[in-house]
């Protein structure tokens, strides 16, 4: 079974200084992770995916993240947070194989202070 | 190339009536899923289809149910409403099998019962 954890359901911070949002999984199996991003009234849009291979993952709007097995994280990072970054963040988590369904984390809801 | 495209956008309901709504994969896709997002749940997995197959059902009950048809559009119905079936109804195409890859959300349906 999988599930992931995201540690802060609400996340604050002035524009131009570091995003991090954190995510903790669990997993039988090797996992693959995502994170996918929602604007208000919108569907959600993927930011980035681990499968294996690097383990720091660069996705799109200068985000990236970070594999850690040890620590069973992978929580998302963005040096500069800019207005248009606020919005609704998911981790999402799936095994390697990619043959059971994806597990959504409870979101994590970004707000920029100008 | 266009969206995933649900319809209706916004849909109110009383209780116990019954609603169909309706999703269009990106053109190619063959890969259809459903879920539901609300406030306190989160988004929660609820069908999946590949090839008009059922591939996965979530942890909802009988009165949910959905279909693909030959042209790889989607309908999910919920029967019998309730209060709590009030949320916002995403669908997600992508192109394979692979549940690795990219997810591609619709921008909704939002249904409220009232």
């Known amino acids: 079974a999988q599930s992931v954890t995201q540690l802060d359901s609400h996340v604050s911070v002035s524009e131009g200084t570091p995003v991090l949002l954190r995510c903790n999984y669990s997993s039988s199996y090797s996992p693959s992770l995502f994170w996918y991003v929602q604007h208000p009234n919108k569907g959600l849009q993927l930011l980035l995916k681990y499968t294996s291979a690097a383990t720091l993952v660069k996705g799109i709007n200068g985000f990236e993240a970070e594999f850690k097995k040890s620590e069973t994280s992978f929580h998302l990072t963005k040096p500069s947070a800019h207005m248009s970054d606020a919005a609704e963040y998911f981790c999402v988590v799936s095994d390697i194989s990619g043959n059971t369904p994806l597990v959504f984390g409870k979101g994590t809801r970004l707000s920029v202070i100008a | 190339k266009a969206g995933v495209t649900q319809t209706p956008r916004y849909l109110i309901k009383t209780r116990g009536q019954q609603v169909t709504l309706s999703c269009s994969p990106i053109s190619g896709h063959r890969s259809v899923s459903w879920y539901q997002q609300t406030p306190g749940q989160g988004l929660q997995f609820l069908f999946e289809y590949f090839s008009e197959t059922q591939r996965n059902k979530g942890n909802f009950p009988g009165r949910f149910s959905g279909r693909q048809f030959s042209n790889s559009r989607s309908e999910m119905n919920v029967s019998t409403l309730e209060l709590g079936d009030s949320a916002l109804y995403l669908c997600?195409?992508?192109?394979?099998?692979?549940?690795?890859?990219?997810?591609?959300f619709g921008s909704g349906t939002q249904l409220s019962v009232l």
């Open positions: 997600a195409s992508s192109s394979g099998w692979d549940r690795r890859e990219k997810l591609f």
